[in-house]
């Protein structure tokens, strides 16, 4: 077992790992919108998280037994509705897929201030300026196109709030479960949902569909693996907080894969949001 500091710096590599397949994820459902329904492409990216997670517990002979059983559904059927709520976003023409990357990244606020009433951390001075912050950034970036954009902006704030809601839950039952049970129960649960979902709008997919498919998948489900991982080594607020990267890697590997080059008003509101988030990691060190 490494010391403490170096766990914890393992927990933010960890994270980095995760919002670098999390922006490839990002770009792949993007691609895949324009053939396939997103919750088609939602259920293609937790099949192959739940074949990562089994195929990895066979490898290293990691258990896939869930001990904490009521923690686990939590957790799980908080992260499968923050899927809705980001895939939904990604999905859709009416944003940016850097913006919905972004709103995606307002999680950490949330995290931060349920930190203290659900996890028993500290929680840093400076979380109300945090706020403040960020929802700056959202409105930077919803109002151009309001009328527009507003309802899909909204679905992904929710997805955000649940999604922190899912990464409280892992970090209390972390430590009494392998990576692959977590990353496999969650994968199951969302995969039965966005099958649901899918299937009265269901699509067969051509080959840059099937493609497009794949890429969700793998960049999901390794994304998975690598966050479950970063939570069991450091605290919740900071190593959320790391997860303004992906927003970083999203906005670039969007320009090639879309030839969208960010307009100052949606650098500006990303800006705030990381600053936001950036904020509250060095409250939490």
Known sequence: MPPAPARATHGLVWMIVAQACFAWMNVCTRFGSRHLPWAEIAAARFLVGAMLAAGLAA?????????????????????????????????????????AATLGATAPIFVALLSRRLLGERVGRHVGLAVALAFAGVVALVRPSFALAWPVALVATAGAFCYALAMIWLRR????????????HFSLVGLATMLMLALPVWRWPDWQGGLALLGAGLGGGGAQLAMTRAYSLQRAA????????????????????????????????????????????????
Do not use: C, K
């Not at 039952?173 to 496999?184: D, F, K, R």
């Open 173 to 184: 039952i972390g430590p009494g479960e392998t990576h692959e049970a977590i990353v496999l």
């Open 59 to 99: 490898v290293t002979g990691r258990s896939l037994r869930v001990t904490d059983r009521a923690g686990t559904w939590w957790r799980s059927a908080y992260g499968t509705v923050a899927a809705m709520g980001s895939f939904y976003a990604l999905g859709s023409s009416r944003i940016h897929v850097g913006d």
């Open 238 to 285: 900071p190593v959320t907080a790391v997860a303004n990267l992906g927003v970083v890697f999203t906005y670039v590997l969007a320009i090639p894969f879309f030839g969208d080059l960010p307009a100052a008003w949606q650098l500006g509101g990303a800006a705030l949001v990381i600053a936001a988030t950036a904020l509250l990691t060095a409250d939490g060190r």
